[in-house]
C-alpha cells in the first residue's frame, strides 16, 4: 500500500489509541483512598498501563495503615500475597526476614538506585544488602497546618512554640472556631504526641528515647513535661473528634471551622484537591519548636516474592516506574511530599516542598533528621502499637503527666 499523508494520520492515530496488549498485571495493596492520595496513586496506575502491565487495585482504607497492614498479613500467611505493597521502615527488614520479599536489585543496578538515593532513605529499602522495596517519596510529619483567616478573626498568631500554641489557640476557641482539628485514632494521636515529643524535647532527646528506647531517657523530667503539654492539648479538640479520619480533620481547616491541624504533608494533598493555594488559603508552618528538624516518613514499595516470571516482569516494570523522574514528580506534587530522588527540578513545587526540601538537608547536617515512629519508621511494630495505645489512653483520660509517663515507659519496656 502506498502511504500518503492521510494513511499515515490513520495509523498513527491509531497506534496512539490502541492500549499496549496487557501482558502482565500487578495486585498493589496500598491505604491511599483520601482524594489527594487516590489523585497520587492513580498516577502509578496510568504509568504501569502505558508500559503495558495493569493494575489490580488492593485499597485498604484507614489512615496510617493500620488495617491494611492487618489485611496484608492474613493474605502473605495464607500463601497468596500481592506483588508489592506499600510496606515502610523497619518492617521492611520483618518482612524480609520472614522471607517473603522478592530482590530487586537488578532493576535497582540498571537505574543506578545507590546513586539516586541519599542514603538514609536506600538504607531502608534494603535487606541484607539488597533492594526488596522502592521509594515514591519523603513525607515531612512535624508540620502545621493553619487557616490565615481564622487567625486573623481570632487576632491569633502562627505559633513558633508549644507555649505559644497554647496562648494562639485559645484566643481562636474564644473567637468560636475549634483551634484544633484532630480525629481521635491512635495513629492521629501518636502524630500529634511524636511533634510534642519533638518541640517540647529536641531532636537528642527524641532519638534517645524514641529511637534507641533508652529507659533513663524515657523515664525523664523531660517526659514529663511532654505528657504535660500533650494533655493540655485536649481542651482544643471538639467532642466529635473521636473516630474522624484525618482528612476530614483537615477539611475542618479547609472550611474555615478550624484554625489548625498538626499532620504530615500528605495534608497538603487535601488543600491541592479543594483547590486551596499556599499563603492566601492555608499556611504550613513546622509544628511548634520543630523549625531546625525534620521528622521523616519515607513511603514504599515493598515487592512479594513472585512464582512466574510474567510476575516478576511486571513487579520489575513497577520498580522501574517509582524511580523515574517523571513519576516521582507528578506523584509528589499530588500527594504534598518530596520525591525520595536526588536531583529533581524544584520549580513546579510550591513553598511547602521547598521548605521540606531545604529542612531535609539542613536537618541531616545537624541531627535534626529523626525517623517518624508514629509512621513506622523507627522501631518494631510492636513498640509503636504499644506507644500508640499508650499515648491515646493518656489522651482520652485526665491521667496525669507522671501517670503517662510510667504507663509509656512499661510498654515500651513490655514490647522492645
Ligand atoms: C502514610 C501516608 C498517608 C498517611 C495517611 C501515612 O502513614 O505514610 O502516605 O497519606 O499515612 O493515610
Known amino acids: 500500500m502506498k502511504m500518503n ?20 498485571d500487578v495486585e498493589v495493596l496500598h491505604w491511599w483512598t483520601s482524594g489527594g492520595e487516590a489523585a497520587s496513586v492513580k498516577y502509578l496506575k496510568t504509568k504501569l498501563n502505558n508500559s503495558g502491565v495493569s493494575w489490580t487495585d488492593f485499597a485498604v ?44 536489585d537488578s532493576v535497582a543496578k540498571a537505574n543506578n538506585w545507590d546513586s539516586m538515593l541519599p542514603a538514609v532513605v536506600s538504607d531502608v529499602m534494603k535487606h541484607k544488602g539488597s533492594y526488596v522495596a522502592a521509594p515514591v517519596n519523603v513525607h515531612r510529619v512535624n508540620w502545621l497546618w493553619a487557616n490565615p483567616e481564622v487567625f486573623r478573626k481570632s487576632g ?22 475549634i483551634a484544633l482539628a484532630h480525629g481521635g485514632q491512635p495513629w492521629q ?35 514529663k513535661a511532654v505528657f504535660k503539654t500533650f494533655g493540655e492539648l485536649r481542651q482544643f479538640v471538639d467532642a466529635n473528634s473521636p473516630g474522624r479520619d484525618w482528612n476530614v480533620a483537615t477539611s475542618m481547616v479547609i472550611n474555615g471551622k478550624a484554625g489548625m491541624q498538626i499532620m504530615g504533608d500528605w495534608a497538603k494533598g487535601e488543600f491541592k484537591v479543594a483547590n486551596k493555594n499556599v499563603g492566601t488559603d492555608f499556611v504550613c508552618v513546622s509544628a511548634p519548636g520543630t523549625s531546625g528538624s525534620f521528622t521523616f516518613n519515607i513511603d514504599s514499595f515493598a515487592f512479594f516474592k513472585q512464582k512466574n516470571t510474567e510476575d516478576t516482569k511486571a513487579q520489575n516494570v ?47 547536617q545537624t541531627g535534626g533528621l529523626v525517623p517518624s515512629f508514629a509512621h513506622g519508621m523507627a ?17 482520652n483520660s485526665s491521667l496525669s503527666p507522671s501517670e503517662g509517663m510510667n504507663q509509656l515507659v512499661s510498654a515500651i519496656a513490655a514490647a522492645k
Open 5 to 24: 499523508l492521510a494513511t499515515l494520520t490513520v495509523a498513527s492515530t491509531l497506534a496512539f489509541n490502541v492500549p499496549l496488549a496487557q501482558s502482565s
Open 61 to 104: 482504607a484507614g489512615g496510617g495503615g493500620e488495617n491494611a497492614m492487618t489485611v496484608l498479613k492474613s493474605r502473605a500467611i495464607s500463601g497468596n500475597p500481592p506483588t508489592a505493597a506499600q510496606i515502610k521502615g523497619p518492617s521492611i527488614q520483618e518482612w524480609g526476614d520472614l522471607g517473603f520479599l522478592a530482590n530487586i
Open 156 to 177: 491569633a498568631t502562627i505559633p513558633t512554640t508549644w507555649s505559644d500554641f497554647i496562648v494562639q489557640a485559645k484566643k481562636i476557641q474564644d473567637a468560636g472556631y
Open 189 to 223: 494521636d501518636a502524630t500529634v504526641f511524636e511533634a510534642v515529643v519533638l518541640g517540647v524535647g529536641g531532636a537528642d532527646y527524641y532519638k534517645k528515647a524514641f529511637v534507641d528506647l533508652d529507659m533513663s531517657t524515657l523515664k525523664s523530667d523531660t517526659t
Open 318 to 364: 513497577m520498580a522501574k516506574e517509582i524511580l523515574s523522574t517523571d513519576f516521582q514528580k507528578v506523584f509528589n506534587l499530588n500527594k504534598g511530599s518530596i520525591p525520595a530522588k536526588l536531583g529533581m527540578a524544584r520549580t513546579e513545587f510550591d513553598s511547602c516542598a521547598h521548605d521540606s526540601m531545604d529542612a531535609f538537608v539542613a536537618s541531616s
Open 379 to 395: 522501631v518494631s511494630e510492636a513498640v509503636s502499637g504499644a506507644i500508640n495505645d499508650t499515648v491515646t489512653n493518656y489522651f
